[in-house]
């Protein structure tokens, strides 16, 4: 067992008094036992900068005062020590590095970061390589930041090249990076995650309500989220700290445990079909699908696929299994001008089978948008539509079999959510009472965009109806149209700016 910490704080614009604290909080942990400590995402400054050459000038260099003084207090407390902050590179870069110092002060290995978010586009160059999974007493430690965990690419590369506790330090505002974008990684990649953000203004407090009466957001969510944690490899937190506050979360964790379970999980994918995952891509090219779509899942007969159909929804997703046949879903469905998408994954409207899907992700052009069936082991895997984001597909039919609660809970949320994909998934009944959810996209998303509702700090997340294991008639409503949005800060996009260049380990096996 190797116990590890969470360390969540303030960080300002005082260098002197940043690492005052990031030394006391090291010394924190390291009096709870902590063996491996993480810290939050740009701990040397706050990450704002009035233009590129005031971020170089401010940024740490490998054996400056900064770093030196945390690579000496990792060696005092014989701790493995992880930490963010901006790196000034002899070639004139300067990047957000995740650095990771040894039990004798040594540094072990560091990880630029490959997806900036928003403003830290103007000041930082984006990292172009994979980052190391070291090889260490306390077990194969993958480095992740911020941005970086919103989407897939970085943090599966990590577990297909075996790392199995992956460290992520954060600078976020978003209460959604506690709730999903931080367990789901642990989750679908069967490894331990632990995470450190930022507490208190992430703005400098001269600007603060300059910046908050601009993008018409409260001031108080502009502070850093909180909620730093310890992830298990099913998903479920067992160390979290609070929404507010300095804290040092612990606990003790076994590497090694989900060995077997990540090897079992990751030789179900497909990596014949990934090649566009390590290429790159335009921006949305596609239309606009509907604005609205109204949508079924039926987990019954043929007889409640025509209910469905003649209340009115245009989409009806059947579960992996289901016993309704090709032509009883098409006889359902006649004199209407509904879709079913069968058990089998077979599309079927009011004349019979929709043949003709078009490209790796069988894409089917329908009135109201484009539409992608993941279906069956496929739907455990990120990848499979990350495929149907490329293809710009507006919603996705999935099918599937559900295993386990984190599939639910976290998974498909999630493909939604790093994708801007709606979801409809159907399955026969699954653990922790759910059997399915519709997954529609809002249109409040992210700061960049004016929104309909108050501000809840949640900036990437899709709109849930839960199917249950005791519901056989679900109807709700998604939104093909929201699709076109991916864009989660200005200057990121979800999609086409993924880390292509460095996904080069999801074209292949694990390691």
């Not at 490894?191 to 992430?202: D, F, M, S, T």
């Not at 801007?420 to 529609?440: C, E, H, K, Q, W």
Request: hydrophobic fraction near 45%.
């Amino acid at each position: 067992m190797v116990r590890v910490a969470a360390v969540q704080y303030e960080v300002g614009t005082d260098i002197a008094a940043n690492l005052a604290t990031t030394l006391r909080l090291i010394d924190a942990a390291a009096a709870e036992g902590a063996e491996l400590i993480v810290l939050p995402e740009f701990c040397h400054h706050l990450s704002w900068y009035e233009s590129r050459e005031q971020a170089r000038a401010l940024a740490c260099r490998h054996g400056d005062p900064f770093l030196s003084a945390v690579a000496a207090r990792a060696a005092r407390h014989g701790a493995h020590v992880k930490i963010g902050v901006t790196l000034a590179r002899p070639d004139g870069r300067t990047t957000g590095a995740s650095l990771l110092y040894g039990p004798a002060g040594q540094l072990l290995g560091e990880a630029d970061k490959q997806v900036l978010m928003g403003a830290e586009n103007d000041h930082l160059s984006p990292g172009t390589e994979a980052g190391p999974v070291l090889d260490t007493p306390v077990g194969r430690l993958g480095l992740y930041a911020c941005m970086e965990g919103v989407i897939c690419e970085v943090t599966r590369g990590l577990a297909l090249r075996g790392a199995q506790v992956l460290l992520n330090s954060l600078n976020s505002f978003a209460v959604d990076e506690a709730s999903l974008h931080v367990p789901v990684r642990a989750a679908e990649n069967k490894v331990w995650v632990v995470a450190a953000n930022k507490v208190g203004p992430l703005i400098p407090a001269d600007r603060l309500e300059a910046v908050s009466e601009g993008l018409r957001v409260p001031p108080e969510w502009l502070h850093g989220a909180g909620e730093s944690q310890i992830v298990a490899p099913d998903g479920s937190v067992v160390a979290r700290a609070p929404r507010t506050g300095e804290a040092v979360v612990v606990a003790d964790i076994d590497p090694g445990a989900a060995d077997a379970e990540r090897a079992a999980l990751l030789a179900g994918r497909r990596p014949a079909r990934y090649g566009p995952l390590a290429a790159p891509a335009p921006g949305r090219t596609a239309a606009a699908g509907a604005g609205s779509l109204p949508v079924a899942v039926v987990r019954g007969d043929a007889a409640l696929v025509r209910q469905a159909a003649t209340e009115g929804a245009l989409l009806v997703v059947l579960p992996e299994g289901s016993p309704v046949s090709t032509e009883e879903a098409a006889r359902a469905v006649r004199g209407t001008t509904c879709h079913v998408v069968t058990g089998d994954a077979t599309l079927v409207g009011p004349g019979g089978p929709v043949t003709g899907g078009d490209g790796p992700a069988g894409i089917h052009v329908l009135p109201w948008g484009r539409l992608a069936i993941v279906t069956g082991e496929a739907a455990r895997h990120p990848e499979e539509f990350r495929l149907a984001a490329l293809a710009d597909a507006d919603v996705v039919a999935v099918p599937f079999t559900p295993r386990e609660p984190w599939e639910l809970r976290l998974g498909l949320l999630e493909r939604a959510a790093e994708n801007r994909l709606n979801l409809v998934a159907a399955g026969p009944d699954g653990p922790d009472g759910l059997a399915g959810a519709i997954l529609g996209l809002s249109p409040d998303f992210t700061l960049w965009t004016a929104w309909q509702g108050p501000f809840t700090g949640r900036i990437s997340h899709p709109l849930v109806t839960h199917v249950k294991n005791t519901d056989l008639l679900v109807h709700g409503v998604v939104a093909p149209a929201q699709a076109v949005n991916r864009l989660v800060s200005r200057g990121t996009d979800l999609v086409a700016g993924r880390p292509w260049r460095a996904a080069g380990a999801l074209l292949e096996g694990p390691q």
